[in-house]
């Protein structure tokens, strides 16, 4: 039990460009989402939090106008980086909490790379 | 504020036992976790403890808590090639959110 799945695993986009990326809890529903971003041998910095029918709370220094973050089912929350720059290259990462315990499932990860 | 740490890398030999240590500041943490990351992919959540408890045993896992000093382990009995990966710790802080620790690297040679 308690999987959740990112979709695509890995893009590759032309500067400008808007990307859209999916993640899905399987087998549970889930309360709350969050979205990380990890860079190249570091931590995992946690982008937003993403709650099911409400709009998602940004952590300090995250641009939400750039990292548009929809949650729109109790299975299902989106995040579209638009008009991505190279620099927003990175490996995304999704959580998501069952509505009856603390625990973070992680998807598997998508990988970014703006050209 | 969180902060958690961890070593940024351990070697051990195939058949030995790991050890991977952490330390944290939310003293207010309810639970705190350990997961794995394998190239290139998400995040395995390998077990956790609540922090009323000062051991969790699961299979070849045994976590220590150490409230008081804020310390918690991993331990990790016969490490096997499969268990190279990279580690990290967590702790639970406010809307259920986790704090990490910058991931500890280990190498199991044969």
Not at chain 2, 19 to 29: A, G, H, P, Q
Request: aromatic share 10%; glycine share 6%; charged share 20%.
């Amino acid at each position: 039990g308690a999987v959740v799945s990112q979709h695509p695993s890995r893009v590759i986009c032309k500067s400008g460009t808007s990307v859209k990326i999916e993640c899905r809890s399987l087998d549970f529903q889930a309360t709350t989402m969050f979205w990380y971003r990890q860079f190249p041998k570091q931590s995992l910095m946690l982008m937003a939090t993403s709650n099911e029918g409400s709009k998602a709370t940004y952590e300090q220094g995250v641009e939400k106008d750039k990292f548009l973050i929809n949650h729109a089912s109790l299975t299902l929350s989106t995040l579209t980086v638009t008009s991505a720059h190279p620099e927003d290259s990175s490996f995304y990462i999704c959580s998501a909490r069952a509505d009856v315990s603390d625990t973070q499932y992680f998807g598997p990860g998508t990988r970014l790379t703006v050209l | 504020g969180e902060d958690v740490e961890q070593s940024l890398f351990l070697s051990v030999r195939e058949g030995d036992s790991s050890v991977i240590n952490c330390t944290y500041t939310d003293s207010s943490s309810t639970y705190l976790y350990w997961y794995k990351q394998e190239p290139g992919a998400g995040l395995q959540l390998l077990t956790y403890i609540f922090s009323n408890m000062d051991m969790k045993q699961d299979q070849r896992l045994t976590v220590l808590l150490n409230k008081k000093d804020k310390h918690l382990s991993l331990r990790i009995a016969d490490t096997q090639t499969g268990d190279s990966a990279i580690y990290f710790c967590a702790e639970s802080i406010s809307d259920y959110k986790l704090s990490f620790g910058a991931g500890t690297t280990v190498t199991v040679r044969a």
